[in-house]
């Protein structure tokens, strides 16, 4: 019976397998385990030795002098959002195939984290921007299309935060989701044509003959991304799917208040819980 | 499935003929933004001139996303969704006949625009060749895109702001490459205009095929 039937089933609101209770919930039940713990302090230490890296031991630079420490965090970051960007596509593919929640909620936490290190991206570079080239923004490829992808990934978040019924949400998000790396292929191919016809080459964003001290600094920080980008994806995921599991217990709930209303009929009136969900037939 | 498409394409151009929403409201709306254009930026000086490709596709695209939320609209109203999925037609056919009538209105929404910005902005035809086949290409690939973006927001009650949200950065790459293939016909050289044609040509075949696949999904999934 559904109740001990795992919850990866395709768990719709049109579901009409009678449910006999609130389904057992397999899976994580918060969001914290022995592991991620140990994640989350190993991705604390690294930001820490990041942090002393970068900004006591590493020398200054010679042309963009302070301003380069900003690199450390900036290109860990924006390598990062394509990560982001790349599970999503992934998650949205695979849902699209196998229909099963926990790839719809690795898409969406895919795109949400990669919407933080975006907004990181951008800061980053505008500030370091400043010293360097003397404005905070300049039309430079890289920039403009992460400009751009970041407003393709605010508007699959949009997409997301709907209250639909969760399977015609998990639906158009798959479809969106699938574009999103196509999407930002084609933009950033079309962009930097753009710039490259106009003006000489873009400018040279970090010196390729880093060494010593600051390919450290910079190895640390891709070390020190990379543990913060596994900590809150894991977390993300985990809320997103308690999220999933939350909405499921609830129309579960609302739908065994309706079925024991309908089988004792008259005797009281039904507890106002939640109102039934969509999908509940008058009975 | 080509027929069905003709089907579609029929039916979503009988009723905007009927309605005439696109002619009489999507039309008139495009030419006052050109209007506008002009009161922000002086029309004597020589500002207007240089932006009139850019300003002509930034109107393009403000006026078909009103298109397309139309064109997504037709389906939403009576059921007609539903009666698409029962019909037996077929995806594709459905998305492209869509995606044609959203073409043929875009064209004659360009064409007029193109009259506009003749005798509002003084623009001067040349290189017809690649004005026209820029127009063919940036026309396919914003139908279709359009009609795929469309059906992701149709039916929601937030669809008039989150289709623009949605649709424009994608369109990004339209509006660079349609506008730098007009510079080069208007102001420049012919033939640098190309290379940006072929770029929109091949944005058109990616996102028509890209639609052409999932509207299926779509359709079955709300």
């Known amino acids: ?283 | 499935m080509w027929r069905d498409a003709t089907l579609v394409a029929g039916r979503d151009l009988r009723v905007e003929l009927r309605s005439r929403v696109t002619a009489n409201q999507v039309a008139p709306f495009a030419l006052l933004v050109l209007v506008l254009f002009a009161f922000a930026l002086d029309p004597d000086g020589p500002v207007l001139e240089r932006a009139t490709p850019g300003l002509y596709w930034i109107t393009v695209l403000f006026a078909a996303v009103l298109a397309i939320a139309r064109s997504a609209a037709i389906d939403e109203a009576d059921g007609v969704r539903d009666a698409l999925r029962l019909s037996a037609l077929h995806p594709s056919g459905v998305f492209v006949g869509k995606a044609l009538a959203v073409a043929a209105e875009l064209v004659a929404l360009e064409l007029l625009l193109g009259l506009g910005v003749v005798v509002l902005y003084g623009a001067e035809p040349a290189g017809v060749g690649l004005l026209a086949a820029t127009c063919a290409c940036a026309t396919v690939a914003v139908a279709s895109t359009g009609t795929l973006y469309g059906a992701l927001v149709s039916g929601l009650r937030v669809r008039e702001t989150l289709l623009p949200l949605l649709l424009l950065p994608v369109l990004a790459p339209v509006l660079i490459a349609a506008t730098r293939a007009f510079e080069a016909a208007l102001v420049g050289v012919v033939a640098d205009g190309w290379p940006w044609c072929g770029l929109l040509a091949a944005f058109a075949v990616l996102y028509s095929v890209a639609g052409a696949l999932a509207y299926g999904t779509l359709l079955e999934g709300s």
């Not at chain 1, 751009?148 to 798959?174: C, E, F, H, M, Q």
């Not at chain 1, 930097?192 to 080459?201: D, N, T, V």
């Open chain 1, 1 to 283: 019976m559904t109740a001990t039937s795992p919850a990866r089933t395709h768990g719709g609101t049109t579901d009409t397998t009678p449910h006999t209770g609130p389904p057992a919930a397999p899976g994580p039940e918060h969001t914290g385990s022995p592991a991620t713990r140990v994640l989350g302090l190993a991705a604390l230490a690294a930001v820490a030795l990041l942090v002393l890296y970068g900004l006591v031991v590493s020398p200054p630079d010679r042309e963009m002098a302070d301003a380069v420490r900003l690199m450390y965090v900036h290109v860990p970051a924006a390598t990062l959002l394509y990560t982001g960007c790349f599970f999503t596509t992934l998650a949205s593919a695979m849902w699209l195939w196998k229909r099963t929640p926990g790839w719809d909620a690795l898409a969406e936490t895919g795109a949400e984290v990669a919407l933080v290190f975006a907004v990181v991206t951008l800061v980053t570079g505008s500030l370091w921007g400043r010293p360097t080239w003397g404005t905070y923004w300049t039309w430079d490829a890289r920039l403009t299309s992460t400009a751009v992808l970041t407003a393709l990934l605010v508007g699959y978040l949009a997409l997301r935060r709907l209250d639909l019924d969760p399977d015609a949400r998990s639906v158009r998000a798959a479809v969106l989701g699938l574009l999103l790396v196509p999407n930002v292929v084609v933009v950033n191919r079309s962009v930097e044509w753009w710039r490259s016809l106009h003006q000489g080459s873009t400018l040279v964003r970090l010196d390729p003959q880093i060494e010593g001290d600051m390919l450290v600094a910079l190895m640390i920080g891709f070390l020190a991304g990379g543990l913060v980008f596994a900590w809150l994806m894991v977390h993300r995921f985990r809320v997103a799917w308690l999220a999933q599991q939350a909405d499921r217990i609830d129309l579960d709930a609302a739908l065994a208040a309706r079925r024991a209303e309908a089988a004792a009929p008259a005797e009281r009136p039904a507890p106002a819980g939640r109102p039934a969900g969509e999908g509940v037939s008058p009975a």
